[in-house]
């Protein structure tokens, strides 16, 4: 069984993806509000099953929201480049960078990752110019979740 949210009806397909978006003032007074908004806000998703579940939804307009199950797809960021290697676990602490000019700002930040939070490397995709001198490595990563 995979980890579960609501999407509208018109979504609700295996294969399809959504973006969260994060939650809305309409979620607060929601009794399914936990079941939703666990999910990382500008993270994207793919829906791998659909449950025969539906409610009613303030945010679906004449739609109701239905019960899917989800992974998180791959996400391009900035690692170290001593810590890149295709396939490996590894944990990344917070790192931060100031310089929001830079055209890498993003991809470095991209992650921010929980404290002790895991990640496996995906797929490497080359270098990072680092105006500070970092030595980085464009990746795919994905979030290993241990539940």
């Given at each position: 069984m995979g980890r579960i949210t609501m999407v509208g009806k018109s979504i609700a397909r295996v294969g399809e993806t959504f973006t969260y978006l994060g939650s809305s003032?309409?979620?607060g007074s929601c009794d399914y509000d936990r079941i939703c908004n666990t999910l990382q806000r500008g993270r994207t998703y793919r829906i791998t099953a659909v449950r025969d579940v539906e409610h009613e939804c303030a945010l679906e307009e004449e739609e109701m929201a239905v019960v899917v199950e989800f992974e998180p797809l791959p996400v391009l960021a900035a690692v170290p480049a001593k810590r890149v290697l295709e396939g490996a676990v590894i944990t990344l602490e917070k790192e931060g960078c100031d310089l929001a000019w830079c055209p890498n700002y993003r991809l470095c930040r991209k992650l921010?990752?929980?404290?002790?939070?895991?990640?496996?490397?995906?797929?490497?995709?080359?270098?990072v110019d680092c105006p500070k001198g970092q030595s980085l490595k464009s990746v795919e990563v994905a979030i290993v979740r241990e539940d």
């Open positions: 003032e309409a979620c921010n990752p929980a404290r002790g939070e895991r990640i496996r490397i995906v797929d490497v995709k080359g270098t």
